[in-house]
């Protein structure tokens, strides 16, 4: 799997919230978690935004610039992961002092990361 990042840089996405539509740079997003039908997206910048915007639009927008789904509610980009731990047949992933599980069936996408 080839990471190309270079695409990040620059590109900005439009993020509706309840009273006001806020642009977020694309290579500061650093995960995006649903619950329900709100989309949390975390970023470097500021506090989280809360979207009703569902996770499966963000994914087909983000999907070419790297962004990666690792279980069934998370988003993740690759390029803030700080550290991979790998216990009991389970990955977990640090980004931004969170801890992030990663499904059996993604799991794939880290086996290049393992020692």
Known sequence: MNFDF?????????VCE???TTLIGIDTITHLICDCYVTTLYHTDQ???SSSKLLK????????FG?????NNTI???NHISGIEFSCQRKILHINH???KVSRRRAYLFK???K
């Open 6 to 14: 270079s695409k990040q840089i620059g590109k900005k996405i439009a």
């Open 18 to 20: 309840k009273t006001r």
């Open 47 to 49: 506090e989280p935004i």
């Open 57 to 64: 639009h963000f994914e087909v927008e983000l999907n070419e």
């Open 67 to 71: 962004f990666l789904r690792v279980n």
């Open 76 to 78: 993740i980009n690759p």
């Open 98 to 100: 969170s801890e992030i």
């Open 112 to 114: 290049k990361f393992q």
